[in-house]
């Protein structure tokens, strides 16, 4: 069974950025669609970044322009960068395959982001 870890989150002042890594063990994950979703206090975990195994994405509305997901499928690594960062960014984010339309497998710790001056 594959497993995720997250890591890169921190502190970061509003209009800065950080990138946020996955690694994937246990299982080769360049089959997968993967996704990146976040959890703020008190809120649903939510998708806000899909990247196919080829590379193509989507993303929320309220990310588009600002997150870009990218993947080294040889490393099993999934990236997400995070531009022009605003304080209601600030969630635990984790990574997860999607599969059957939605998340499927066990979820990581998460790494969590603050957007905060």
């Known amino acids: 069974q594959v497993q995720f870890v997250e890591s890169g989150g921190g502190l970061v002042q509003p209009g800065g950025s950080v990138r946020l890594s996955c690694t994937a063990s246990?299982?080769?994950?360049?089959?997968?669609?993967m996704g990146w979703y976040r959890q703020a206090p008190g809120k649903q975990r939510d998708l806000v970044a899909s990247i196919t195994p080829g590379g193509n994405t989507n993303y929320a509305d309220s990310v588009k322009g600002r997150f870009a997901a990218s993947r080294d499928n040889a490393k099993n690594v999934l990236y997400l960068q995070m531009n022009s960062l605003k304080p209601e960014d600030t969630a635990v984010y984790y990574c997860m395959r999607i599969r059957f339309g939605g998340p499927f497998g066990s979820w990581g710790q998460g790494t969590q982001v603050t957007v905060s001056s």
């Open positions: 246990g299982s080769v994950f360049s089959g997968y669609l």
